[in-house]
């Protein structure tokens, strides 16, 4: 599936880039360890509660200095007009294959960078390297394509989009996505706070909804203005889903809304092994730590984690009202899993060297839970309940959830990112990082999450959980 490439997405690239000082300080190893006892199971995980991070941490540094894996072919196509600042380097990729050890089913890479004005360049290039097979299993995928797409029109999710453009939302400068596409809480042009679709005022640049042009509109800004679409666009109220032998591939796409142009990336890998990554290139430069510099491992990384549904021949694909609810595919992991893995493994490149920072960042970031069941971002105190507390933890990791509120991208999207965390900080303490891609795997190869989660622990996710609860709300109420 589509990802923006954000902060929280970047990490699995610079993991173990940091001085072997750093991953084998043998003091600081030493006093966490004699300090914080680290759990093994669930059994002992409350009574050993503070070991969490250093094992977590640890644990996955260890990893990445594991032996190094062989590294598939890479071929790099560029667009006449983008200049990519993507730093990756080889060493980031190959730290990433030994930190993340995959199957070895992907044996070459094919890697298009673009930018806005290279979009129909790069997407003939996606279309005539991964052919018509390729690009209709991509399609099926993904809900025939477009729902990853919203320059296009026809898109499924215009329907939830019209539902909450121009409606009120709590505080300005809040942000949401709806169907791929990024609303900002403001009041440009209305009397009060509203959600609208940012745009950056280039030249020619599109958006229909249900067919109707958008016109992107300066309002008291620098550099962006606003989508502004005429009345008719809100009256229809149904949709029509672009053709799958039609749709060039979803592969390449830029996200609505961003006023940094096309900062994004897509994976998709073939029934031969070739993976493509479509990477997008902003129209500024970034910060030195944003993904936008290592963009290239950024989207190998869903590769390689969708070449165990690939290798099983077990990808299922969206439906039309799956892809219009925007829902992950039916045999995933939950998607608050997918968002947390990667925010962990961002926290142990950019804040590791101790447990003790890598701990502090993971405590920092978890607080916002708290703010999103307050502010009912994404709708997510409504669903689980309005009152963080240790109710709303078992409400929330209640695996009945697995097919319903854990499918649903929106609503786990953010909380994935802050709360998610908690909780597989405590598996990767347990079990170690392979737990990330064995889940994964092992739903790959037909089994359910629980039972996949059973036969990586050895116990059930219901027998679990409490104990997992239990341990984040103490977490929480002592702050640590």
Not at 309 to 323: H, M, R
Request: proline share 5%; hydrophobic share 40%.
């Amino acid at each position: 599936m589509p990802k923006k490439l954000s902060v929280l997405a970047s990490v699995l690239v610079i993991l173990a880039c940091s001085p072997p000082s750093e991953v084998a300080n043998a003091s600081s190893l030493v006093q966490a360890s004699s300090m914080a006892v680290v759990p093994t199971s669930f059994a002992d995980l409350y009574q050993n509660r503070h070991g969490i991070a250093y094992g977590t941490w640890s644990k996955i540094h260890a990893a990445a200095t594991a032996v190094n894996q062989v590294l598939p072919i890479f071929e790099i196509f560029i667009g006449q007009n983008t200049k990519p600042s993507d730093k990756t380097s080889k060493n980031d990729l190959q730290n990433l294959y030994n930190y993340a050890p995959n199957n070895g089913f992907i044996k070459k890479v094919e890697v298009i960078y673009f930018n806005k004005k290279d979009i129909k360049w790069a997407t003939d290039k996606a279309t005539a390297l991964m052919g018509p097979a390729e690009i209709n299993k991509e399609n099926a995928f993904k809900g025939r394509g477009g729902s990853d797409q919203p320059q296009e029109s026809g898109n499924p999710g215009d329907v939830a989009l019209l539902a909450t453009m121009n409606h009120p939302c709590p505080n300005a400068g809040d942000t949401t996505r709806v169907a791929g596409s990024g609303l900002y809480c403001n009041h440009d042009n209305s009397t009060e706070n509203v959600w609208e679709a940012i745009c950056d005022l280039t030249p020619n640049d599109v958006w229909k909804i249900n067919n109707i042009s958008g016109k992107c509109t300066a309002v008291n800004q620098v550099n962006w203005g606003i989508w502004v679409f005429p009345a008719e666009a809100f009256a229809q109220t149904s949709t029509r889903a672009p053709s799958i032998s039609n749709q060039p591939s979803p592969l390449i796409y830029c996200w609505t809304g961003d006023p940094n142009g096309c900062e994004s990336s897509d994976s998709w890998v073939a029934s031969d092994g070739t993976a493509y990554l479509g990477i997008g290139v902003p129209n500024a430069s970034l910060r030195n730590d944003s993904p936008g510099f290592k963009g290239e491992a950024v989207a190998l990384y869903y590769a390689m984690w969708l070449s165990d549904y690939v290798s099983n021949n077990s990808i299922v694909g969206l439906t039309l009202d799956e892809a219009k609810k925007n829902l992950t595919n039916s045999n995933f992991p939950p998607y608050w899993m997918y968002n947390a893995d990667e925010y962990l493994t961002y926290a142990i490149a950019a804040f590791g060297g101790t447990a003790a920072s890598f701990g502090k960042n993971v405590k920092s970031q978890a607080s916002a839970a708290l703010d999103m069941v307050k502010q009912n971002n994404d709708g997510i105190a409504k669903t689980f309940g309005k009152t963080f507390n240790l109710t709303w933890i078992n409400s929330f990791l209640d695996i009945k959830n697995m097919n319903s509120n854990w499918r649903q991208q929106e609503l786990m999207g953010n909380i994935g990112f802050s709360f998610g965390p908690r909780v597989m900080e405590i598996l990767i303490a347990i079990k170690g990082p392979s737990v990330m891609f064995d889940l994964t795997r092992i739903m790959s190869q037909g089994k359910t999450f629980g039972q996949a989660f059973q036969q990586e622990f050895g116990v059930s996710w219901v027998s679990a959980e409490p104990a997992i609860a239990k341990t984040i709300w103490d977490e929480y109420q002592n702050n640590y």
